[in-house]
């Protein structure tokens, strides 16, 4: 057992001791790549254990057997087929072809494969995320390691620097998922725990030989409800029978044995376990990477850990501009591990020096002053005449019609103007 599961116990141990101290995880995500599958490694250990080193058959020997004669009985039906025939039905040939039952012995094997597969799109997502603008993993990595070097203020001071580069190459790169590219990647995440809890279904199913995708709960019925577990066929018959022949003065003689599965009553529970798990798991991933992809679509603000509008210098359009244009998909995936990781006091500081950039950078300049040179320059030069006192204008009429025409004799009537 240790030579051949021995190598991919340990290198799946050795992942799972790699993959807890990651912080690119929310809950989910620890139960798809960490939990499920470390239940699965020590359940394959804890079941190597019982098949090699413990008793997991026991059968009824005929009384001339001699103890060498029990011992190889019981070794043989093991690594033989046995089979399951209900009380009170006939022994023939037929029903020895029906229904062998041999998956016991590759438990172990399945179950390493098993976790495997739980590990397998965190281990792929995890080659392409560094290929991304944000690289959510390095990116909260280097807060990590500034939250240790530096006082936490200078550390959140210095990850909003490191970030607000990285957002404006995201903003002025000319490619088509640039800015989103951290979220896809962590969408498919989300897609592939989807995928790897329906494979997991298709594989219990033909790997325990059963008629449909809803046997656990038939199964779960009639054993624990019902109590029909003998008298139906079963996915894990607790007493098989097993055939073998005995060379005896040149003669055969066929022996039939019935014999307890031990084993298959750990296996059973720990199958039926993992069914309603995966089921769970499976709902739970579902529900929510629909709401991961309803809110990054449409209520991306409720993802702050705070409220913009109440920031200095912020309002509602300047924190739908600051949300929509400059943080984008990426950088809110990165606020919210943020807030999750380290708090959302944390998070705060990060946002506040971020927004300090953000307004720096809608602060107009002289160059963005508009000329009166320009077209259309009444935008900028008309005035209102309903403001200027009445004497002060008739005084600029009289004044401009002495410089071109001189004192006139029909000055009264600008008296009458002046009293109209």
């Known amino acids: 057992m240790l030579g051949f599961f021995g190598p991919i116990y340990d290198h799946l141990a050795g992942m799972l001791r790699k993959q807890q101290g990651q912080l690119a995880y929310d809950?989910?995500?620890?139960?798809?790549?960490?939990?499920?599958?470390?239940v699965l490694v020590a359940m394959t250990l804890a079941i190597s254990c019982k098949q090699y080193f413990g008793q997991p058959i026991k059968c009824w020997t005929p009384r001339e057997f001699s103890g060498s004669w029990d011992g190889y009985v019981h070794d043989f039906c093991f690594i033989?087929?046995?089979?399951?025939?209900?009380?009170?039905?006939?022994?023939?040939?037929?029903?020895?072809?029906?229904?062998?039952i041999n998956y016991y012995r590759w438990v172990p094997l399945v179950l390493l494969l098993q976790a495997a597969m739980f590990i397998l799109p965190y281990s792929i997502w995890n080659m392409f995320h560094k290929k991304t603008n944000i690289n959510l993993k390095g990116s909260l990595r280097f807060f990590e390691?500034?939250?240790?070097?530096?006082?936490?203020?200078?550390?959140?001071?210095?990850?909003?620097?490191?970030?607000?580069g990285k957002l404006i190459e995201s903003r002025k790169s000319t490619g088509k998922f640039y800015?989103?590219?951290?979220?896809?990647?962590?969408?498919?995440?989300k897609l592939g725990f989807i995928v790897n809890c329906i494979l997991q279904m298709v594989l219990l199913k033909n790997f325990l030989d059963v008629d449909d995708y809803f046997w656990g709960f038939f199964h779960l019925w009639n054993v624990e409800f019902k109590g029909t577990a003998e008298k139906d066929d079963s996915i894990f018959p607790r007493v098989v029978l097993c055939d073998f022949k005995v060379r005896n003065l040149g003669q055969q003689h066929q022996h039939t044995v019935s014999c307890?599965?031990?084993?298959?009553?750990?296996?059973?529970?720990?199958?039926?376990?993992?069914?309603?798990?995966?089921?769970?798991?499976?709902?739970?991933?579902?529900v929510g990477m629909l709401n991961f992809g309803f809110q990054m679509l449409f209520r991306r603000h409720s993802l702050i850990p705070t409220n913009l509008n109440n920031k200095p210098s912020m309002n509602p359009t300047r924190s739908h501009r600051f949300i929509r244009k400059y943080l984008n998909f990426d950088g809110i995936l990165l606020l919210t591990f943020i807030d999750s990781q380290f708090g959302a006091y944390r998070a705060n500081q990060v946002i506040d020096g971020l927004i300090e950039r953000f307004v720096?950078?809608?602060?107009?300049?002289?160059?963005?002053?508009?000329?009166?040179?320009?077209?259309?320059?009444?935008?900028?030069?008309?005035?209102?005449?309903?403001?200027?006192?009445?004497?002060?204008?008739?005084?600029?009429?009289?004044s401009l019609i002495e410089e071109v025409d001189g004192p006139h004799p029909s000055a009264p009537v600008i008296e009458e103007k002046k009293t109209m």
Request: charged share 20%; hydrophobic share 40%.
């Open 27 to 38: 809950t989910i995500d620890r139960i798809n790549a960490w939990f499920t599958p470390f």
């Open 80 to 100: 033989e087929n046995t089979y399951f025939v209900p009380n009170g039905t006939e022994v023939t040939d037929q029903a020895r072809g029906d229904r062998h």
């Open 145 to 164: 390691d500034a939250m240790k070097k530096q006082e936490p203020a200078q550390a959140c001071e210095s990850f909003a620097r490191e970030v607000w």
């Open 179 to 189: 800015g989103c590219q951290a979220t896809i990647n962590y969408f498919l995440l």
């Open 260 to 286: 307890i599965m031990i084993l298959n009553m750990i296996i059973e529970k720990l199958y039926i376990c993992f069914y309603f798990w995966l089921i769970f798991v499976f709902i739970l991933t579902t």
């Open 360 to 398: 720096a950078e809608q602060q107009p300049d002289s160059s963005t002053v508009t000329s009166l040179n320009e077209d259309h320059p009444e935008r900028y030069v008309t005035f209102n005449h309903d403001t200027i006192p009445m004497d002060r204008l008739n005084r600029k009429v009289h």
